[in-house]
């Protein structure tokens, strides 16, 4: 539940004029506020699944979106029965300036990509809660670096750089075919988030979590004697987060989705580090800007 002193659990992530926001409990509009920003311009919302904590404040931010003037269609993303789900919180929400397009989930994994931006894609994979449930990882990819030199020596035309670049491959009238790989160099690395909740550990996150630069997940209980809980309720420890980061070899763990109970996340930490060191507790408004790396 919200406390006073704490929100509820989701994930906002910008990316070249893009927003997406994974979860949106009770409140989640007004964590947002706090923060600076605006939910007009989201352009999808993904849900992992449809208990309260994850979906009550969308009506309220449907209603908020709409009062700004928002005309853009907007993409929800959710396990099966997203359509009924949202359809029925609608009831206090039923006019709005905008569309809502609906993606339900299915399968153990999908990739949803975007016609605008080839490099840029969310994949969803099933975890395992006591519903169907979802994580998400967003992730980002790079190609290799352009060697204008190269493509000088194959006489490329110039007009033909920026759509093998885009990795289109080009037949000339005369019959010669220009491909991308001729051009580029191996691919660079590109930008990984990956995030879940409401699950116990399993090996679908390693898989999907694999070498991302930043791994969100829930950490129900930090005390140590709580794991037959967290197994009962299907949940998760600190300890077995920090365990899914270090098999993941992920670049840095922050840990969300606390219990009510637990009030100072803070004190668990140094036997976190022990398993896994580039651990962080999670907080309101905590954020991080992802750049890829520098080019040799």
Known sequence: MPL???WLTSLMVRYNGMSILIDAGEGTQIAMKK????????????????????ISGLPGLL????NAERTEPLLLVGPKGLERVVNALRVIAPELPFEIVFHELSGPEETIRFPWDDEFRIEAFRVNHNVVCYGYTIALDRIGRFDAGRAKELDIPLLYWNRLQKGETITEDSGRVFTPDMVLGPPRAG???TYTTDTRPCDSIVKSAAGADLFI??????????LDKAREHKHMTFYEAAELAKE????????????PSLIRPDEFMPAVREIFPAALPG????????????DD
Do not use: N
């Open 283 to 294: 907080k309101d408004g905590k954020s991080v800007d992802l750049t890829f790396e520098k």
């Open 248 to 259: 993941a070899q992920v670049k840095q763990l922050w840990l969300t989705h606390y219990s």
């Open 191 to 193: 930008l990984k988030v």
């Open 4 to 6: 006073p002193y704490r």
């Open 63 to 66: 209603l908020s979106m709409g």
């Open 217 to 226: 997940c829930e950490g129900m209980y930090g005390e140590p004697d709580m």
């Open 35 to 54: 923060k600076g920003w605006s939910p007009k311009p989201i352009d999808v919302i993904c849900f992992t699944h449809y208990h309260a904590d994850h």
